[in-house]
């Protein structure tokens, strides 16, 4: 039967139209591609639901000698294109229903750059500002090992978010190949080097940032030479768009972090402002511009605005006052769904998160090619093959995008699923 017959009307599913909830946003997004492409009801309702959630008990002794009980989280939204990837995070509100919007995330970013993996994302219910080193440790290992089931580098490929890191994927990979008997780099990413991970990594995100950035200005016909930056966030993300676009020939204008902001329209020295931020944790007391707020920050005079912070940035309020020809979405979420509307009528081009910051799963996806054949890249090899597939999925996003006289952002929700969507029809349901 055709599948238009089976079409339903999603925006009625979706959020509320003032949601605030990045993740309800995604969703939304979702929805309005899902109605485009006339997604047959049956797969609407198969890509909507996780295909495994595992919950476990991570039991440790403490410190002090008491024992505390953690909860523990994987969701694997999809896994038809794919071993499934995704982070995990510690934190103390992380639950199910978290987990399971920022795993489908991860099945549309993946898709979006065409690299052979589904979504998943994990956490661990945890405050890792109250715990020891050793603690942390322990509640790894263990969640580890109620996991074995699940990770694999043919089957799960978990990789650091919020409150974990190099360190922790190490502790990961130690307790999988200690319980398997052999060597198994590849069943995490974001490992630090002497264990298997990849040159280019740390800075792979901004790396994505920057070629993203240079795709859209070329679509405008502008130039970067002299193009007016502003960058909130000063973390691994802003930071490294920051410096990246600063030596392509572009004018950071404005950069902030969660000191504050700071302008200076004939160009700040990124190097000087990541020598202050690396020696004083923030860009607290830095000199090289005057201070601003975030909210000057997002609205300033700029071509170019890249939010690399935080979710729920650009509300409606900020839209309408933005002056930026190009928005590149660093962070995860910045945008709220009710916002997107109002930057298309101001004919601001956004790139969207799920394009604009997948260069760090795709350098993930590097690193998991490179344990698996034993063989090692040099970095210019990595960035080179990075910005190849960030440049190929850019122009795939924007030839979806004018087809269906969408934004990019729906652009990109649109080759996305119609990508999964195809990939499941093809290998048919099991049984
Ligand atoms: P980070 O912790 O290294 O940096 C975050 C930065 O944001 C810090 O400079 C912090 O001071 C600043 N900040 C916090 N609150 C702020 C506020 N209210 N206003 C302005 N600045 C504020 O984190 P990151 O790894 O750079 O990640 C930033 C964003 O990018 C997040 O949304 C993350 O999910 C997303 N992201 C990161 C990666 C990656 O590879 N690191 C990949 C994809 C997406």
């Known amino acids: 039967m055709d599948s238009q017959l089976h079409a339903m009307t999603y925006t009625e599913r979706a959020a509320p139209i003032d949601s605030e909830n990045p993740l309800e946003s995604m969703m939304k997004r979702f929805d309005v591609a899902a109605e485009i492409l006339g997604l047959d009801r049956g797969v609407y309702e198969y890509l909507k639901t996780p295909v495994k959630q595992v919950i476990v008990s991570i039991p440790i002794q403490m410190d002090d000698g008491r024992i505390q009980v953690f909860e523990g989280y994987r969701v694997i939204h999809n896994d038809v294109m794919g071993p499934s990837k995704g982070g995990i995070r510690y934190s103390p509100d992380v639950n199910l229903d978290e987990v399971k919007a920022l795993a489908a995330w991860m099945t549309w970013k993946c898709a979006v750059v065409n690299i052979p993996f589904g979504g998943a994302k994990g956490g661990v219910r945890c405050d890792p500002a109250k715990l020891t080193r050793i603690e942390i440790e322990k509640i790894t290992r263990r969640y580890t090992a109620n996991m074995m089931e699940v990770f694999g580098p043919n089957k799960d490929v978990p990789a650091p978010d919020m409150n974990t890191n190099e360190q922790t994927m190490a502790w990961i990979m130690d307790t999988y190949r200690m319980h398997l008997r052999r060597t198994e780099n590849a069943?995490?990413?974001?490992?630090?080097?002497?264990?298997?991970?990849?040159?280019?990594?740390?800075?792979?995100?901004?790396?994505?940032?920057?070629?993203?950035?240079?795709?859209?200005?070329?679509?405008?016909?502008?130039?970067?030479?002299?193009?007016?930056?502003?960058?909130?966030?000063?973390?691994?993300?802003?930071?490294?768009?920051?410096?990246?676009?600063?030596?392509?020939?572009?004018?950071?204008?404005?950069?902030?972090?969660?000191?504050?902001?700071?302008?200076?329209?004939?160009?700040?020295?990124?190097?000087?402002?990541?020598?202050?931020?690396?020696?004083?944790?923030?860009?607290?007391?830095?000199?090289?511009?005057?201070?601003?707020?975030?909210?000057?920050?997002?609205t300033c005079e700029c071509d170019v605005l890249v939010p690399a912070a935080k979710e729920d940035q650009i509300t409606p309020k900020v839209a309408k006052r933005i002056h930026a020809r190009v928005i590149v979405e660093g962070a995860n979420g910045p945008t709220v769904a009710s916002a997107d509307p109002i930057l298309q009528s101001s004919g601001i081009m956004v790139v969207p998160d799920i394009l604009a910051n997948a260069g760090g799963v795709t350098v993930s996806y590097f690193e998991w090619v490179q344990d698996r054949v034993g063989y090692f890249w040099s970095e210019q090899r990595v960035n080179r093959r990075l910005e190849r597939m960030m440049r190929t999925s850019f122009e795939a996003v924007h030839e979806t995008a004018v087809k269906h006289n969408v934004t990019l952002r729906i652009g990109a929700y649109i080759l996305a699923i119609d990508k999964v969507a195809k990939t499941l029809q093809t290998r048919g349901i099991y049984a």
């Open 187 to 298: 069943v995490v990413t974001g490992k630090p080097l002497i264990l298997g991970g990849s040159l280019g990594r740390r800075e792979a995100t901004g790396r994505g940032v920057m070629v993203n950035t240079l795709c859209a200005l070329d679509k405008l016909k502008m130039g970067v030479t002299g193009a007016r930056v502003a960058v909130q966030g000063f973390g691994n993300v802003g930071s490294v768009s920051a410096q990246l676009l600063e030596k392509q020939g572009g004018t950071i204008v404005a950069i902030s972090d969660v000191s504050g902001g700071y302008y200076n329209k004939n160009g700040i020295d990124i190097g000087d402002a990541i020598a202050h931020a690396e020696k004083n944790r923030t860009l607290t007391g830095w000199k090289g511009g005057d201070p601003i707020s975030q909210d000057e920050l997002l």
